[in-house]
């Protein structure tokens, strides 16, 4: 837990968030601003600034990400129409928050390359 953390401190419940789903030490929320009609974070409880920072001890926790994405979209009827999952790692990609998370984008057609 690192309380200078935005998402350490949603996880923490010190932060309001629209809470999809809590399992396997993730969180999935809603994202404050969203960019598709369905946009939803999955972070890790713990602490990880980013994808770059990951380790082997990781390998399920990442993997059990992925799974929760496919799950929520699943329920959210996405599975059929196509999604996209988004990690971005540092200040060229977009990074705003130091918590490693995996956005859930769909709802809409998407762009390739992306901006
Ligand atoms: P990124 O740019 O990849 O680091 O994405 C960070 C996302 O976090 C961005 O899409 C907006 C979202 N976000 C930032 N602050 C908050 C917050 O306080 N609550 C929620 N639910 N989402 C937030």
């Known amino acids: 837990m690192?309380?200078?953390?935005?998402?350490?401190?949603?996880?923490n419940r010190q932060l309001k968030a629209d809470i999809v789903e809590e399992a396997d030490g993730l969180l999935a929320f809603k994202?404050?601003?969203?960019?598709?009609?369905?946009?939803?974070?999955?972070?890790p409880i713990e602490h990880i600034p980013s994808v770059a920072q990951l380790t082997e001890r990781h390998t399920l926790l990442i993997g059990n990400a992925i799974h929760m994405a496919n799950r929520i979209a699943k329920e959210h009827q996405l599975s059929q129409t196509g999604y996209r999952l988004v990690v971005n790692c540092g200040l060229q990609a977009g990074q705003s928050v130091d918590h490693f998370h995996v956005h859930l984008l769909g709802?809409?057609?998407?762009l390739w390359p992306p901006g």
Do not use: E, S, V, Y
């Open 2 to 11: 690192d309380n200078d953390c935005l998402f350490c401190r949603i996880a």
């Open 31 to 43: 994202d404050i601003h969203p960019q598709a009609p369905t946009h939803m974070l999955i972070i």
């Open 107 to 110: 709802g809409r057609k998407m």
